[in-house]
């Protein structure tokens, strides 16, 4: 069973920067493409940014130019480089394979707080 574990996240003001990370127990970023994913309270969680197996990236256009995700398949390790971050960045964040249907167990997520 695959377990995914995310961190990274803190409370930072606005225009800050924060690195998450993603670990997973198993190697699975060569057989699945990636997202990371955000809930904020009263919301539903959405995917914000992803990356194939072959390393193509997208993002929501709300994070475009600020958020960078990447991965390092050796340390099975997923990551989320977020710059100029803004208060409704504020969620908690989680990682899983980009497609619902390929969905693993969800983390704990981490809490990023951007304060104003």
């Known amino acids: 069973q695959v377990r995914l574990v995310e961190s990274g996240g803190g409370l930072v003001q606005a225009g800050g920067s924060l690195r998450l990370s993603c670990a997973a127990s198993?190697?699975?970023?060569?057989?699945?493409?990636m997202g990371w994913y955000r809930q904020a309270p009263g919301k539903q969680r959405d995917l914000v940014a992803s990356?194939?197996?072959?390393?193509?990236?997208n993002y929501i256009d709300s994070v475009k130019g600020r958020f960078t995700i990447s991965r390092d398949n050796a340390k099975n390790t997923l990551y989320l480089q977020m710059n100029s971050l803004k208060p409704e960045d504020t969620a908690v964040y989680y990682c899983?394979?980009?497609?619902?249907?390929?969905?693993?167990?969800w983390g704990q997520g981490t809490q990023v707080t951007v304060s104003s």
């Open positions: 899983n394979t980009a497609s619902p249907r390929s969905w693993y167990d």
């Open positions: 198993t190697s699975i970023f060569r057989l699945n493409d």
């Open positions: 990356m194939s197996t072959i390393g193509r990236a």
